[in-house]
Each structure stands twice: as structure tokens, then as C-alpha cells.
């Protein structure tokens, strides 16, 4: 490579307006947690972000309460047309503070600015518009009229996109009526509690939104709090069929977005230069740390060497190193856990047979990084074709005819996306029929938007987010 | 009239199109509400309840891809085939649930008009629920609704036919596939609309009818890897939340059903038929 040299672009860490100190958020006010408090580090140096109070048990019932006398005495006797109005309030102050917002998610998270800017911002932004015209109009929603919201909703949302998952968890929960009490990931508190600024900026009514950083614990002592009327959540299988487990037997209406093992199928007559694009979207996209990465590629024998070889090509012009760095391409790996994680599953397939290519970029000597990394020669019966890995690890598999691509694409217990990619209009829309997927990408990947419902079948969740389909998730219906 | 001996009735299961006795030989008596011996009901084993999940499995890639339009012409057939039934059915939901033949008309005539009505809704409800999302960028994306796979259904225990239907009928309206265990007192017009099914057009396979006691099935159902959603209605409420822990094992989709049977002859509306449906979104750029 080194066809072209790149001066250091990075983004002024000064416009994160860090703080050394940061504080959970119940009732309209910044509070002292009565929990242990963590430190939350920079995945890419390593050094000390801040030091964030967490929520005890108690304090989830303190705000778990908070949320309650919110909903009861103010927000879910609002006309929706006044709900709607904060909501607009907040989309724009997302908008305004975006590049503090978004120089502060690279710093918790490790992802490259260029994402949490172009990407993870605006769209948290544009679902807190979308939803914002919900608000007045629930009785054209499809549930018939004058739905009713569910009353508190404990939300639990990951480290991959912080800011955003916040939005996809806070925005239909208000637009409906609902009040919220949500706890971000350990490891990414930061962007949620500026969020709380913003809510105050806004003149949310206290008690409306409450913020509780804290560990699986609290979490699991919000998800199982008496008074919580809807659970959503957002993270590992493992994680919700635990709370699933958790809250059976009770009136809690939930939602899971869990995990993935996606299929990103090329076919012979694919445009390969475009496909490989959508490859590398697809899975080095904010590090591989995506529920709905394409995973697993399965291509097609004909072309499978040609591709291989363009993607090697293509991968190995990724830059990677300091997320600040508006030339960054990938990142920091989140945490030492993950990284972990991660080089436990690409020896496995190591061991058990898989060829291993890795790009040859530079890596950082310090922070948590991966290097790219693609495995040809996958078997089906593989950890690294099963099992997901939450990282820019690739695996890749062939096939000879669509219906062999169809049996391997659905040989998961998972179902949360898939990708095709053929110039042949009716094979896209066979493939995206026989798919059990919740998202198909025809010739693109990850795409997100608010009007487009996201969600899974089988173990990766149930629920959608996004669209008319995704307010049933707040509604009594 | 002579004095004749009529024919007694062996009651079966019904399982992939076809009427098996239970795996495990075992039958139970059925009473009328008087306790008046009415027959015997074979009683289905876990086994039963595995041929039932599999035969299921089997006939959905068929039947979810049948166009709606023949499934609503299939589902119609039925509530022909039930139509013609009418005197059996009032007879046994008179016995079964001991009301008299006027209430136990009305109620199968209720049943006949909600197959009916669920036959309709087979190329309606991509419409009502599907979408065209206007994302904000040069992409087509589109929104349609996709059964969820296989279905176990605990049927109501009060209502035998009525309440049958009502939980049946969604479930295959989506295009779903379902392994019903049957109230467990009052099987006999469970057992005979398994007979309505055999003789309609519905497929082999796509609906499966167990009788016995959903106390002992309904877990086997809950904890199965290929049944993708359960619908605990016929089950005591302690026992639901059991049944829910086992569900979340394959995150299954689980309805939530108050504690006490609903009042069947109400209006339905389209909530059971959105709990089996999955949205599937599809994007593809937009150029030249």
C-alpha cells in the first residue's frame, strides 16, 4: 500500500467538554449515586476519562418513583402535541451539540469520528424528529384509536453505539407517553449523561427521563423492579434470554434486540467492486461491533478467489489508530473484556482449520486494537460461522446454487439481517423472501433510518425499532 | 324405531394430515359436564408432541409460501366443511360444555363467523401492517409482514370450540403452522374439527391437534428448539410463568393472555395476528 501518505487530521478532544466528573440523573437533577463509582478509559490510550457515580439498588427505586409521579402527574395527561414539542426541542439540541456529543462518543466508545459525526449523531437525532410527529398522531398508527402507553419503561441499552441506542430506546418511549428510567453500558456512560443536560436544556418535566449508569446489576434490578411497567433492551442473547427468564410471569411487556450472525451473500454476477464496498462496511463497520454485521460472507465458488483477493486488497487500504483521527477507519476494540473476546474466538479458528488472513497495518502499541481480520476455508460446524464474534472478523464461506446460499444463510438460530448482492432484480427479491431475517440489504448494508423498522426473528430478539412497526413496542395494544 | 346399537367412536390425534393414536397407548375418559361417560380421548406424550412439532416444521415452507390468496380460499374451506357440520358441533359443544342446544347453536355459529373472518384477513394483513418507509436517503425501503414459523397453542379449556378457533385461526391466517394441545375436559370438538381440517384443503402438517392435559405438554412445547412461539391460554395461570422461563431458553415468542378466559364472543381484532407476524424490512439503493 502507502500510495498515499496521511498527515494526522485529528478532531480538537477539547470540543468534548469532558468532565472529571460525571453523575447519575433521577428527577431533572444530576445526583450522587449511592454505588460504587467507575472510571471510564479511553479504549484507545488506555487513560482515565472520567470518574462516573453509579446507581445503587436504591437509587433504581428512586428513580424507578421518579419515573412513576412523571408519568402519572404529568407526562401521561400531556397532549400528545405538547409531548411532541420536547421531543422536537431535543432532536434540535442533539443537532446543535452534535460535535461535542460526537468527539465525546469517540473518546468513551473508540469508534472513529468519522462515524460517531456523519453516523451515530445525526441519526440520534433524526429519531427523536421522527418520533416527535408521532406524538399527536397515535391514533393513525394502526392500533386503533387513542392507544394507550405502557406507563414506566426500564431500558437497557450497549456500549456499541451509546448515544444512538439511547434515541432508538427514549425517543418512541416518550413520543407514546411513557416515562423512562435507562442504564447505559459500563464502559460508555459519558454521551447518555450529556443527554441528561440536554433534557434539562430542554425542560423536560423532572422525573421524565432518568439516567443510571451502573454494571449488569443494576440493570437486572431495573428490569426486575416491581413498578416497571415495559422492559426494553438492547445487548447479548445470553444477556436477554436471562431477563426474559427473568420477568416471566409478569405483565411486563418486553422487547429484545439481541444478537447476530448475518449472511452477506454474493451471487457470480454481483458488481464485486461494489459488493467488496459493502463487505467492508458490512462487518469493519464501528469496529465489527454491530448486532447486524455481515458476518458471515458466503460467496459464491466462481467468483470466491476473485473476491477474496479484491477484499484483501480493499482491507488492507483501512486505516486504523486514533478514533479522533478524521482519516481513521477503524478504531479501538471497546474494552480489554472484548478484546479478549475476540482473540479467543479467532484462535479457535485457528485451531480448527480456518486459513487466516490479517491486514498489515500498523497497530498501536497501546489501547485496544484488532487488526482486521479475514478467515477463508469456514466450515459451517465452526465457532467462527456460529458463534458471535463482535469484532472486524470475517468469516467466509462458499456455495455453488441460491438455494444452497438460502440453507446456509438460514443455518443459524439467529435472524437479525442478511445482505444479497446480484445485479438480478428477481433473485434479490426471491432471496429477500426465503431470508429469516428481520432487515435484508440488497447491494448495501447497515443502513439505519427511523422510518425503517430494525428488529429480529428467532433468538436475535423480538420487537422492532423504527417505523409505525416500532411504536407497538410502547403501546398497550 | 328399532332398538340399534350405534357406532362407538375411537378418538385419535391428529398429526401431519394424519389420525395416530397416541405414541404412548394411553387414552382418557371424557364426561359431559354431568360426568356422563362420552368416550375416550387418546392422550399425547411428549413424543406426540415432538412427530406434532416436526410435522409443523414440515408443512411451513409450504404453506407460508402459498400465496394469501390461497390460503384465504383454504381457510374459507373450512368454514364451509364447518358449516356442514353444524348439528355435530352443536351436539358436542352442548355436551362438553353443558349449555343448551339454542346457546350451543349460537356459539358454533360464532365460530364458523370468525374462521370466516380470519379467512379474510390472509391478503389483508400486509397491507394494513406492511410499509413503504420513506428513509431519508436514495434507498427503496420496504416493510412486510412474515409469519413467525411454528406456533404452540394451549387452547382454551372453557370454551372447546369458540375459543379453539379464536386461537387457532390467526395462527395459520399469518401463514404460521400449529401444534394445538386441546382443552383437556372437553376435546371432542377439537377432535372433530381435526376431522374438518383433514377433509378441507389445509395442507398435512399445518395444523396439528393433541389431546390431553396441557399441564403436562404445555412445557414440552415451551422448551422445544423449533417452536418459535407459544400461546399459553389453556394453561393454569401459576403455571405460566414456568412455562415463560422455558419459552426464553430459544426466545420464543410468548402472548400475554389475562388469568381468566376472555369472553370469546366478543369482536377480535388483529392483536393475535400481529403476535405472529415478523416485520421484515428490505432496502435496495435507488439509481441509474
Known sequence: MGIFEYAPAPESRDLANLKSHYRPFVNGEFVDGSGEPLKTI????????????????????????????????????????????????????????????????????????????????????????????????????????????????????????????????????????????????????????????????????????????????????????GDVNKVAFTGSTEVGKAIQRQIAGTAKKLTLELGGKAANVVFDDAPLDQAVEGIVNGIFFNQGHVCCAGSRLLVQESVAEEVLEKLRYRVSTLRLGDPLDKNTDIGAINSAEQLAKIKGLVESGDAEGAQR???????????????????????????????????????????RTPDEAVTKANNTPYGLSAGIWTEKGSRILWMANQLRAGVVWANTFNRFDPAAPFGGYQESGFGREGGRTGLEAYLDV | MSDRISVAKTYKLYIGGKFPRSESGRVYPVTDTKGKFLANASHASRKDVRDAVSAARKAFGGWSAATAYNRGQVLYRVAEMLEGRREQFVAEVSASEGVAAKKAQSIVDASIDRWVWYAGWTDKIATVLGAANPVAGPY?????????????????????????????????????????????????????????????????????????????????????????????????????????????????????????????????????????????????????
Not at chain 1, 460526537?102 to 453516523?119: F, H, M, T
Not at chain 1, 490479517?358 to 481480520?373: I, L, N, Y
Open chain 1, 42 to 225: 479511553n479504549p484507545a490510550t488506555e487513560e482515565v476519562l472520567a470518574e462516573v457515580g453509579t446507581a445503587s439498588v436504591s437509587d433504581v427505586d428512586t428513580a424507578v418513583k421518579a419515573a412513576r409521579k412523571a408519568y402519572n402527574n404529568v407526562w401521561s395527561k400531556m397532549p400528545g402535541s405538547e409531548r411532541a414539542k420536547y421531543l422536537f426541542r431535543i432532536a434540535r439540541l442533539i443537532q446543535e451539540r452534535s460535535r461535542e456529543l460526537a468527539v465525546l462518543e469517540s473518546l468513551d466508545n473508540g469508534k472513529p469520528i468519522k462515524e460517531s459525526r456523519d453516523s451515530d449523531v445525526p441519526t440520534a437525532a433524526a429519531h427523536f424528529f421522527y418520533h416527535a410527529g408521532w406524538a399527536d398522531k397515535l391514533d393513525y398508527a394502526g392500533y386503533g384509536p387513542n392507544p394507550k402507553p405502557l406507563g414506566v419503561a426500564g431500558q437497557v441499552i450497549p456500549w456499541n453505539f451509546p448515544l444512538l441506542m439511547l434515541a432508538w430506546k427514549i425517543a418512541p418511549a416518550l413520543a407514546t407517553g411513557n416515562t423512562v428510567v435507562l442504564k447505559p453500558a459500563e464502559t460508555t456512560p459519558l454521551t447518555a449523561l450529556v443527554f441528561a443536560e440536554i433534557c434539562q436544556q430542554a425542560e423536560l418535566p423532572p422525573g421524565v427521563v432518568n439516567i443510571l449508569p451502573g454494571a449488569g446489576d443494576i440493570g437486572a434490578a431495573l428490569v426486575g423492579h
Open chain 1, 357 to 399: 488472513w490479517t491486514s498489515p497495518c500498523p497497530v498501536p502499541e497501546r489501547g485496544f486494537f484488532f487488526a482486521p481480520t479475514v478467515f477463508s476455508d469456514v466450515q459451517q460446524s465452526m465457532r467462527i460461522a456460529r458463534e458471535e464474534i463482535f469484532g472486524p472478523v470475517l468469516s467466509v464461506l462458499t456455495f
Open chain 2, 140 to 288: 427503496f425501503s420496504f416493510t412486510v409482514p412474515e409469519p413467525t414459523g411454528v406456533v404452540g397453542v394451549l387452547a382454551p379449556q372453557q370454551s372447546s370450540l369458540l375459543g379453539l378457533v379464536s386461537v387457532l385461526a390467526p395462527v395459520l391466517a399469518t401463514g404460521s403452522t400449529a401444534v394445538v394441545v386441546s382443552s383437556a375436559d372437553r376435546p371432542l370438538p377439537a377432535i372433530t374439527l381435526s376431522e374438518v381440517l383433514a377433509t378441507s384443503d389445509l395442507p398435512g402438517g399445518v395444523a396439528n391437534i393433541l389431546t390431553g392435559r396441557a399441564s403436562e405438554l404445555g412445557s414440552w412445547l415451551a422448551s422445544h428448539g423449533d417452536v418459535n412461539a407459544l400461546d399459553p391460554t389453556g394453561a393454569e395461570p401459576s403455571a405460566r410463568a414456568d412455562l415463560a422461563r422455558e419459552a426464553a431458553g430459544t426466545v420464543k415468542r410468548v402472548l400475554t393472555v389475562p388469568d381468566t378466559e376472555p369472553d370469546w364472543t366478543a369482536d377480535a381484532d388483529i392483536a393475535r395476528l400481529r403476535r405472529y407476524l415478523e416485520a421484515k424490512t428490505v432496502w435496495h439503493p435507488l439509481g441509474v
